[in-house]
């Protein structure tokens, strides 16, 4: 299960990293996500490292929200991570994660 989970987050990695970081599209995104940002605010690598937790509570029913308010904060300006996010639910949902 953690094999796959980081060969598909190696995978989305891999297609990211595909764009041009240049683009016209990827100033104006970035300008929006600055000016959307808080004072405290976790960073990629931090929701990446709480992104497993995150999800498995959300498959569980729990508030993931509540528990990890930065966390959704991040995925709600972050379209990378909530990329990486709902691939992961995918994958969680599809390997019946949540009937264990
Ligand atoms: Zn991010």
New binding site residues.
Partial sequence: MRNLLERLRRWIRRDGQRRSPLRPEFIGKVARQIEATHEIEY??DD?HRLLDQFAEAVLRGENAANLWPLVQQ?LDM?P??REEFEALMRVLRASGAAAS
């Fill in positions: 960073s990629c929701v991040h972050c990378d991570c």
